[in-house]
Each structure stands twice: as C-alpha cells, then as structure tokens.
C-alpha cells in the first residue's frame, strides 16, 4: 500500500498544517478521498462547539473493516496483519496474515449475527491480549454492533457500571487471562458483574487458560462451538453491514473528575480517516515494517494503534499477551530481536520499570531493526527519554512523544519521526488539521511563546469525540464549557521559545498512573464504601515508576487498633469497587482534611503535603481547622 498524503520533509509539513487550517474542508477530504467509501459525503464538515455538534463526511456511506481488511485482500492477502507474541515466551507464536484475518472476522462476524446481534446493539468485550479480541472487535465493526471494550484489569463492579450505562446485551469473554505469573479469571469476573446487568442475553466465552467456568444455560455459549456452527452453514463471508460516516463505531469509558467514568463515542468515518492518517504520519509506517505498540486493546492506544490505524493502512501489527518484566525485564527486547521488530510504541512508565533493572537485559539482545520509536499516555521524563534513545534507539532512531486522549481519537502533538527536530520530553508540534491554543484562567488566549496555559483546540479534527454514550449534556459540560466555543483538553501546557509543545499534566482532579486516567473522586468514592471510613481525599504524587503515585489522606470512625490491617481492607475495597489498577500506594489516617469555611477539601495543600513540599503551603488562614493541617504534616508518610 502507498501512502499520497504521508509527509516527506518539514517542509512538506509546514505546508499541510497551513494548508489544514486555510482550508481544513479541503485538506480532509482530499485525504479520505484515499479510503474506499460505499458513498462520498455529501458535506466534509458541518459543526458548533455550543451543543456540541459535530459531524465529518455527512451524507457518506463505509464499513471500516473494508477498509482494515477486503480492500487489502488483492495486494497484501498474504502479508502478516497480526503478529501475536503469548505471554509464555515457549508457546508458539501466532502469525496471522489478511486473508486470515478476514475469514475470521467474518466468521465471528457471523456467530454475532446467529446469536442475535444486530446492527446498533453494544456489545461489551472483556479479553485478555489474543487476537480473538482483536477479531471481535472488529466482528463487532463488520456488522454495525458498538464495541465497548472494558480492560482486563477492571472489577465486576466497574465492568458493571459500564455494561448498564450502554445497556449492552451481549458480553464477549474469555474463560482467563494470563498476564506475567497470573491468571486472571475473566470468566468469573464477569458471572460477579452480570448479577447487576439484567440487559445481558449472551455471553460468549473464548477458551485460552483452561480455567475451570461455571456456564450459565441459556446464557453463556462457548467461542469454539458457535464457530463450528456457522461453518456446517456454509458460507463463510460476512457481507459488511452499511454504516453512515456518523453512525457510532465505538464506546470508550474513561475517568474524568466526577466519580463516574463516561462513555466517550467515537463515529465510524472521522475515526477511521484520522486514526489512519495519524499512524501513517506519525511513524512514516514504510510497507512490510514491523509494528509493535505494546499497549493493551482495552485503552484508546490499543484501538486506534493496534487496531484500526494500523490495520486500515495495511500494516504488520504485532500484538503482545504478556507484561515487560515477565519472564524477565528483557522480555520486550527479545520480541524486538524474535520478529525485527522496525517500530516500538510503549509509555513512559514501561520504559522507566525497564531502566530499573539496568542494561543488563538489553545487553546482547539485537535491536538493530528499530528504525522508530513512540511514547504515549504521560510525560516523558528527560531520564527516561535518554535512556530509551541511547540504549534501546542506539542515539539513531527518533522518538515520537505523542501527545493526545481517549476524547481525541488520535495523536493530536507529535513530532513526525524523522521529521520533526526532537527535543526531549516535548511533544513539539501539533499534526496537521490541529489548532492548539494556550488559554489562562480566564479563558483569554496566551499568545506568543515562552508561554504556559491551559491546552485547548480551536477547530475540530475528524478523530473527535462525538458525545458522552446516553448524556450529551455532560460531554458539553465536560469538554466545551470551560472556554467558550474551545474544546478543553484538562492539560496544562507550555510552549517554549521555539513554539513546541510540552505537555506538563493535568489541571483538573484527575491522576495519571502509569498512564492510566484514574479519577480521584472515583477512589476516593471507593475507599469511603468501607465501612469504618468516614471521609477520605485522595492526590497524585510523584512516583519514580508510575509517574504518579496515589496518595489518600483517610479518616476512619474511630481508632483501630490494627492499622495495618484497616490499610489491606481498603486496598481490598478499592480492587473490588475498581480494580487494581486503582490502589493508593500510600494510605496516610488522619483526623481531619482541611478544608475551606464552605466545607470543600483544599487539595491544593493535601498535594503540597503528598509531594513533599510542606514548607510551602501558601495562604492557610481561610482553613475551618489550621491545625489539622500540622497533624497531616507530621504523619506524612
Ligand atoms: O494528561 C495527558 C496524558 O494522558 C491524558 C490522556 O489519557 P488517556 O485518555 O487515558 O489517553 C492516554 C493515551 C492517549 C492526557 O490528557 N498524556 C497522554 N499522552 C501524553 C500525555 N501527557 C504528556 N505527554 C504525552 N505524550
């Protein structure tokens, strides 16, 4: 496959980012005139970012796993589409090529249909890594069903939060998930959620770790026989349901900074131009490169940079079941050397786990096939960046830092690999198509550079998101009424002298954990589910590893005499209400938070206190209770 609208030089960059903003309608369509359309849009863009409303590519008609699968099947039927490496590195490895996946796709495209999926339905997958997962996904895409893919590391309680709000009828398992040195028992996890979810009629199970399940009659159905079923049918094609460029392709739910998660929708057509044009950009994707991005299927980094970019541009995806350090902290570089691996997306965190435990993993293993490296979900740290350009890029390869969110559908600021001059830990320039604007306070534009403020986009991109799933009022109020007529990305950010972008986190009540979005209401929401908490408040800190670390500050009832043990029952309830990804690494029992006359908590000092920075708290005196805040001080932990 070739690729009209890759950018070649900087030039060429400069000139389609002002191309993109003169004429943005033009810039777009010129771009989808490259994917293949059942109908062309009868208008590129229609929008206001007052309701919001926003449509891309009205009046056109497409399937995108056309797109991702049929319109490769002449010229790359036999070229690899999914590389899966398993968790155990001495199970073999799976190579599944464009011809192979079609067939799959429809098969479980049709095994969807023979029980009872239709077009419009949402459909909630909670898999591990195999590539079945991928194929549901994109079983669901072929017949108009909306996926909405809950990670593997999330409790029934959220998995059931989740399954009500979209009212998904069908769920898409699998009996277990291996993960490092565990086994994670999806199956039973999600028997636990559906006691709350009455909407569900079917559960269909995929078999990988041979974990004993309990199958509901008339409910729970093996992957394995429905398979077997539609193939005594006869045949095997899945003809490509019809979508409208505006018709939902996905639901994601992500943390915001009330205590529920929301679902954020993502449109077929934009989504599919965008997380397209963005993978081929970003990466300068070359035919028959191998691509490894290590994130999980079950966060936006999977779908649109495992998933849907990739695929959609013909691309070798190589998709990873296990975790960095399993069996071994080599164990990324020994799938780079196993497969030449040419391009490696992987975050922050992973890469800061992984210097832990030194060179002597990365020593003798040949990484002479990465040509590009990615970084996505958090800030880099300078060390860290380093680290991954000297040792894993031997001080060749350049290294993306991909700024962007699950509401943005895809990379939004990024250097062009190869392209763009890097500067460590920046995301230096926005893509073409990306207006970005510095606002303070106020909402007043920060002009010029050498300048920090609050990130907003003035023009809408085809990749955004469309809605909040059953509650638009709360996408307008999340994303589009902070600053009038601009969409509010939560991040704060800085643009040095030479105009680059430089992401420096979040501004609003949300963590950003090994880079996963955790809201701090909804912790704190789970840790006062126990039952002898009488009020918690909960802040991000520094944390060598994880970018940030959870801190919660909790009062309990009364006194216990066994701390340590009120300290696992609460990392306990967290894992049940949320999962564990969620747990406070610190857990500090206090008396009482500070708070303002009006009764809100001051996170601001708990913050100060968390980071270590006590000895600046600024102006305390508006405090119901000035002296609770000592107490906090000498109990920090
Ligand atoms: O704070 C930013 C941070 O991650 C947030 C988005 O999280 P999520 O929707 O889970 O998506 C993560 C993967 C796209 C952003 O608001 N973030 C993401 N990428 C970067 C980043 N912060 C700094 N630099 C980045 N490259």
């Known amino acids: 496959m070739s690729y009209p609208y890759q950018i070649r030089s900087i030039e060429e960059y400069q000139q389609a980012w002002r191309d993109s903003v003169t004429d943005p309608e033009g810039f777009w369509a010129n771009i989808a005139d490259h994917f293949y359309w059942r109908k062309k849009w009868d208008k590129v863009l229609d929008w206001n970012f007052r309701d919001p409303e926003i449509k891309w590519f009205q009046g056109a008609k497409l399937n995108i796993t056309e797109n991702c699968l049929d319109r490769h099947l002449g010229t790359l039927g036999n070229q690899p589409a999914i590389i899966w490496e398993p968790n155990d590195p001495e199970e073999h490895h799976r190579v599944i090529t464009y011809r192979d996946l079609y067939n799959k796709v429809c098969q479980f495209a049709n095994v969807l249909k023979n029980n009872g999926v239709k ?46 709000d979209a009212q998904c009828n069908v769920v898409i398992t699998c009996d277990g998930a ?180 030194g060179l002597g993993p990365v020593n003798h293993k040949d990484l002479s096939s990465i040509t590009k490296l990615g970084s996505v979900g958090e800030p880099i740290n300078e060390e860290a960046w380093h680290w991954f350009k000297d040792h894993i890029g031997k001080g060749k390869a350049p290294i993306v830092d991909t700024w962007w969110q699950t509401e943005t559908g895809g990379i939004m600021i990024t250097p062009i690999a190869g392209i763009t001059p890097e500067k460590p830990g920046f995301a230096t320039l926005p893509l073409p198509g990306i207006q970005p604007i510095l606002v303070d306070e106020n909402g007043k534009e920060v002009e010029g550079n050498g300048v920090n403020g609050n990130l907003c986009i003035k023009f809408p991109w085809p990749g955004m998101l469309r809605t909040t799933y059953g509650d638009h009022e709360r996408c307008r109020k999340t994303y589009f009424s902070t600053y009038d007529n601009l969409y509010f990305t939560g991040d704060g950010c800085t643009r040095d002298e030479d105009g680059y972008y430089r992401i420096t986190g979040r501004v609003d009540d949300v963590l950003n954990v090994s880079g996963h979005r955790i809201g701090t209401a909804e912790v704190e929401n789970a840790i006062n589910m126990h039952h002898g908490v009488v009020e918690s408040a909960v802040v991000g800190y520094p944390h060598d590893i994880k970018g940030q670390g959870i801190y919660a500050f909790v009062i309990l009832e009364k006194q216990t005499h066994d701390q340590e043990l009120t300290r696992k029952d609460i990392l306990q309830t967290v894992s049940r209400i949320i999962g564990p990804i969620a747990k406070p690494d610190k857990i500090q029992f206090v008396s009482g938070v500070p708070k303002t006359r009006s009764g809100k908590i001051m996170r601001r000092i708990l913050r100060k206190i968390a980071e270590g920075d006590a000895e600046n708290l600024g102006d305390t005196s508006t405090l119901l209770d000035p002296g609770v805040v000592d107490d906090i001080k000498q109990g920090r932990l």
């Open 178 to 357: 291996f993960r490092g040195a565990k086994d994670i028992p999806l199956k039973s996890v999600i028997d636990d959620a559906l006691m709350a979810c009455p909407s569900v009629k079917r559960v269909i199970v995929c078999t990988r770790t041979r974990t004993p399940v309990s199958m509901l009659k008339g409910r729970d159905v093996w992957w394995e026989d429905e398979i077997k079923k539609v193939e005594t049918m006869g045949n095997p094609a899945c003809p490509a349901e019809e979508m409208d460029a505006e018709d939902m392709l996905f639901i994601l739910y992500t943390s915001g900074s009330t205590g529920k998660p929301k679902g954020v929708v993502h449109t077929c057509g934009g989504y599919m131009v965008y997380s397209n044009y963005t993978f081929v950009n970003t990466f300068q994707y070359q035919p028959r490169e191998v691509y490894f991005c290590t994130a999980d299927i079950g966060w936006i980094t999977g779908h649109s940079y495992i998933v849907y970019g990739p695929l959609s541009a013909g691309a070798t995806t190589l998709m990873f079941e296990g975790v960095p350090t399993y069996p071994d902290a080599g164990r990324f570089w020994d799938i780079v050397d196993k497969f030449r691996v040419n391009i490696l997306y992987t975050a922050p965190t992973a890469i800061r786990s992984l210097m832990s435990f």
């Open 119 to 164: 077009k419009g339905d949402r459909v909630c997958i909670y898999m591990g890594m195999i590539p079945e997962l991928a194929i549901a996904v994109l079983a669901c895409a072929r017949i108009g069903a909306i996926h909405s893919v809950v990670f593997g590391g999330f409790s029934a309680q959220s998995i059931a939060d989740r399954i009500q």
